[in-house]
């Protein structure tokens, strides 16, 4: 590769706040695409790992709450200007805030680390930002029942980032069972929003709890388990007076994915496993291909399957496919050990670096993002299958794409339709590109989960294909787009991910329809029992109806 070329990508990814470098590293794709993902790809290791998110600042519990503060999500589409922002570290400064509120008469919401696009965390009144709840905590054993295996239970404040609590798990020789392809979020954010790993035998992330505690109206601290649960109703009360058990099925079910409806999570009992080994195939092959390949036979032969699909037909002289190109990652259990080698491939790691770049070159160009979208799975992926082995919790995460700017629809429907579903999926945004030059400007995400227990969980009661297609920020007409396909997939019942869907409403009973009357009026039910006042109202729960 060309020498300068080479210097200047690494002046660039040493410095990637530096807009001069930046402006000289697009100038230097603009003249050699090729050359600059050969400079990338050379990268090691120990360089590509810089790539992660560093933790948010610890801004510290003030009881008065901050006036006159800002929250805004990391792609900047979501501004909050709260009556008072507060940043507890306690389940008790949490509590304070409730009790607070119920003598104000104020609304509270609480938020992670903003990774949803949606307008669930929007509050007038009283922000809870969760990001200082973030440390894993001694398990409570003196409370359990007689009987209860400890080994796999682990105790964790709500706000932690699953970065961090990978690192903190794999300490102990444990790992999660599954996990999203994103570590840069707080474990609230994903039980509260019904968010998702890959694998048939596999739920919701939520589906992982064992015990959760909430704070409530009012300040009431519960402790929230299934029936069997692990506590013992007797020990807990002597040692926990101040607290409330409450061990029910649909309580359970119902906190486990709440939008923040019913009270504040801040501790999880987490169910893990022992630290283990996947290796990774990510294979290149004809959507066609793809479709017959991925039979629910095959799906449950391989623990994790996730799929990369681009929209539009590239006639593609590398690969030989002529059709649109998917790819096919499989994930399954092994021996280990890891191996040493980057991961990535170099046009998304060019898209780390420079997260607005691509968006730039398609916005100047959309004619040439069908090729771009090609370039980045060829990348990733091959004909002959690119394998590397890796920790779960390193090989489940997409860790190397935490810097994008991104934004995404997240729609599940169930896996008997989905081809059906995705194909139209398709099908519009080829419509889009013809007619007004609206281009998705990233590979369509599409993921198969197990059911899960949580009502309000996309994937509840049913096997289920979560469908994802992502915009990276800006694209031209990306929200637009992304609100006709999430109309377009309510027609095959599609429920869409609480954190990554636009503009669902509860008009004409559609969350109701969606869900299934069980399990609406099961959760309708808590929400009206746990949030009797309207503490926890928003414009969401307006916008969906629940209020």
């Known amino acids: 590769m060309p020498r300068d070329i080479e210097k200047i990508v690494r002046r660039a990814w040493r410095k990637p706040e530096d807009q001069a470098r930046q402006d000289e590293l697009a100038e230097a794709w603009e003249r050699d695409p090729d050359a600059v993902e050969a400079a990338f790809a050379a990268l090691d290791d120990q360089t590509l790992r810089r790539s992660k998110r560093p933790k948010p600042p610890r801004v510290g519990w003030d009881p008065r709450g901050q006036q006159r503060a800002r929250w805004e999500n990391p792609i900047g589409t979501r501004q909050i200007e709260p009556l008072l922002l507060?940043?507890?570290?306690?389940?008790?400064?949490?509590?304070?805030?409730?009790?607070?509120?119920?003598?104000?008469?104020?609304?509270?919401?609480?938020?992670g680390n903003g990774h949803s696009a949606t307008d669930c965390m929007v509050c007038d009144d009283y922000l809870i930002a969760t990001s200082g709840l973030d440390r894993v905590l001694d398990l409570d054993v003196g409370v359990l029942r007689a009987g209860v295996d400890t080994r796999d239970l682990v105790r964790v404040q709500a706000g932690i980032r699953v970065a961090e609590l990978n690192e903190a798990l794999s300490e102990r020789g444990k790992c999660m069972p599954n996990n999203t392809a994103f570590d840069g979020q707080s474990l609230a954010g994903l039980f509260a929003t019904g968010s998702h790993g890959t694998g048939l035998g596999q739920g919701a992330v939520a589906d992982t709890a064992v015990s959760l505690t909430v704070v409530g109206e009012g300040g009431r601290i519960l402790r929230i388990e299934p029936a069997d649960g692990i506590t013992d109703a007797r020990r807990f009360a002597a040692k926990h007076p101040e607290q409330v058990l409450i061990q029910e099925d649909a309580a359970f079910s119902a906190h486990l994915v709440a939008m923040g409806c019913l009270g504040v999570v801040t501790e999880i009992v987490l169910e893990v496993l022992d630290d283990y080994f996947l290796e990774e195939v990510r294979l290149l092959m004809e959507w066609e291909d793809a479709k017959a390949l991925l039979t629910p036979a095959f799906l449950r032969e391989n623990r994790h399957v996730a799929v990369l699909l681009n929209p539009y037909v590239v006639d593609d002289r590398r690969t030989g496919i002529r059709g649109r190109t998917a790819m096919v990652a499989l994930r399954n259990p092994s021996p280990g050990p890891a191996a040493k080698h980057s991961?990535?491939?170099?046009?998304?790691?060019?898209?780390?670096?420079?997260?607005?770049?691509?968006?730039?070159?398609?916005?100047?160009?959309?004619?040439?993002?069908?090729?771009?979208?090609?370039?980045?799975?060829?990348t990733l992926g091959s004909r002959e299958g690119r394998r590397w082995t890796g920790r779960g919790c390193e090989v489940l995460n997409f860790g190397g794409t935490q810097r994008n700017s991104a934004y995404a629809l997240n729609v599940g429907v169930d896996i008997d339709v989905c081809f059906e579903a995705i194909d139209a999926v398709v099908a519009e945004l080829e419509a889009r590109a013809a007619e007004g030059r609206q281009l998705a400007t990233a590979p369509i995400s599409l993921r198969w989960t197990g059911p899960s227990r949580a009502f309000m969980a996309p994937m509840y009661g049913r096997a289920t294909c979560m469908i994802e297609p992502p915009c990276l920020h800006p694209t031209v007409g990306g929200f637009e787009i992304l609100h006709a396909l999430q109309r377009l997939l309510y027609r095959f019942g599609g429920r869409p991910h609480w954190g990554l869907e636009f503009n669902l409403t509860g008009a004409g009973g559609r969350v109701r329809e969606l869900w299934g009357a069980e399990a609406y009026d099961a959760w309708l039910a808590q929400y009206r029992r746990f949030n009797a006042n309207g503490t926890f109202d928003s414009v969401f729960t307006e916008r969906v109806g629940f209020s």
């Open 86 to 111: 507060f940043h507890p570290e306690s389940t008790g400064q949490v509590a304070h805030v409730l009790a607070k509120a119920a003598a104000a008469k104020r609304r509270v919401r609480a938020v």
């Open 343 to 378: 991961r990535y491939g170099a046009l998304v790691e060019l898209a780390n670096l420079v997260p607005k770049l691509p968006s730039r070159i398609m916005k100047g160009n959309p004619d040439r993002t069908p090729e771009l979208l090609n370039q980045a799975l060829r």
